[in-house]
């Protein structure tokens, strides 16, 4: 089997596939983990049971309209491509429709600890994962008692835990903020990964180690070849019987040419890592609300992550929102030197829907589909690739696949 891509998500389905009795090569371009996977806030994150919808209030959508926010800005002359998928993704926020999305999510969601814990238990890769969770803060009242309100129909409804602190209990958790917040929510269930590229590169491990193989080739070069498919390497052809396209936001690009065009649009995001100032420490992630920015301690130092930029494919790096939360970061937390001299840039995957692509490629046998996790490839890949496998092989998946499958783009 070929598995096409080497993300958290490829991988996962490798591994997965391997575990049950099949050959699998990983091909992709670049080594493991070095897309999308490599930058993010190094997050399982099990209490993201409630997906981001698009915007339905007017503020909201006028005040990321005037493309001055640190959360979300655009490029003028991506907008023609993206507006139809974007137009969608309002489509399914609708409320009757954003449920059917929700549940189909919180249904990944709340695997994602098991599926992570069942590769990494007994591993290397089990000292990456910390189970500190992590924290959202809220500047006032109103916001602090709407978020209250949203983690007890969370935990009612999905059993995520969290714990409420006020400003006080906040400050003893974190004593080296610099500005006060009324509150936050600790998230208590997920895990936080000191070194996300690493944690692929770890299961990567365990699949090489298992006899797997990882080659470098150009997926785009993906054709039919007599009842099964091709993909070209450095080293020669690689063929298979069946192959999986797990390649985020690349996705599209081979898909199309195979016949299925999903409305996949991505999101853009940066980040750098800083060193903290004397003995300062940072104990958990934390997300403030109120700057729209994460800051998460890693191996490399404070890692700062931006939210989404949307841009033509190719389009050079334009890190206007680090430039703007940095300065807001260094109020929030002793901030020292940058560690890199440039930020790292990288694409989610998206789908208006807000839900991923898991199943069979319309129209073309012995094709897969793995890609659309949005901001959840890291927390999704394990559970994605033994929903897959099990489809694959023709055991009874462990969730319901319908609410996931490929045709609902025809």
């Not at 590769?119 to 803060?137: D, K, N, Q």
Request: contains cysteine; hydrophobic residues 45%; proline residues 9%.
């Amino acid at each position: 089997m070929l598995v096409l891509g080497a993300g958290m998500v490829g991988v996962s389905v490798a591994l997965q596939l391997q575990r049950r009795g099949r050959q699998v090569v990983l091909v992709d371009r670049q080594p493991p983990g070095e897309g999308a996977s490599f930058g993010n806030g190094g997050l399982i994150q099990r209490e993201a049971v409630f997906p981001h919808p698009f915007p339905r209030k007017l503020s909201e959508i006028l005040r990321i309209a005037r493309n001055r926010s640190v959360d979300a800005v655009y490029h003028p002359t991506a907008l023609p491509g993206i507006a139809l998928p974007l137009l969608r993704y309002w489509w399914h926020s609708s409320p009757e429709r954003y449920a059917q999305a929700q549940a189909g999510h919180a249904a990944l969601i709340a695997t994602c600890l098991d599926e992570h814990l069942a590769l990494a238990r007994g591993t290397p890769a089990m000292a990456l994962l910390r189970p500190i969770g992590w924290m959202r803060l809220y500047a006032t009242p109103e916001a602090m008692a709407a978020a209250l309100a949203e983690a007890e129909r969370a935990h009612r409804l999905h059993g995520v835990n969290f714990v409420a602190l006020d400003s006080q209990a906040l400050a003893a958790a974190e004593p080296h903020l610099l500005a006060a917040r009324e509150g936050a929510i600790h998230w208590t269930d997920p895990l936080s990964v000191s070194d996300p590229q690493a944690l692929t590169l770890a299961y990567a491990a365990l699949f090489t180690e298992a006899g797997g193989s990882i080659a470098r080739g150009d997926a785009t070069t993906l054709e039919r070849h007599g009842a099964g498919w091709r993909v070209t390497t450095p080293q020669g052809p690689v063929e298979a019987a069946e192959v999986v396209i797990a390649l985020g936001a690349g996705a599209g690009a081979v898909t199309r040419r195979l016949g299925y065009a999903p409305p996949l649009f991505g999101k853009r995001g940066y980040h750098m890592h800083y060193r903290l100032r004397g003995n300062a420490v940072l104990h958990r992630p934390i997300l403030d609300t109120q700057s729209g920015f994460l800051l998460a301690p890693m191996r490399a130092g404070v890692r700062l992550t931006t939210g989404a930029e949307f841009a033509v494919a190719e389009a050079p790096p334009t890190p206007v929102q680090l430039a703007r939360a940095e300065p807001l970061a260094r109020r929030l937390l002793p901030l020292e030197d940058r560690v890199e001299d440039k930020p790292w840039l990288g694409v989610r995957p998206c789908t208006p829907d807000m839900l991923p692509v898991i199943g069979r490629l319309p129209g073309q046998q012995g094709a897969w589909c793995a890609f659309g996790h949005a901001h959840q490839g890291l927390t999704l890949g394990p559970t994605t690739g033994r929903l897959l496998a099990e489809m694959m092989t023709g055991e009874a998946p462990f969730l319901p696949p319908e609410p996931y499958r490929a045709e609902r783009f025809r």
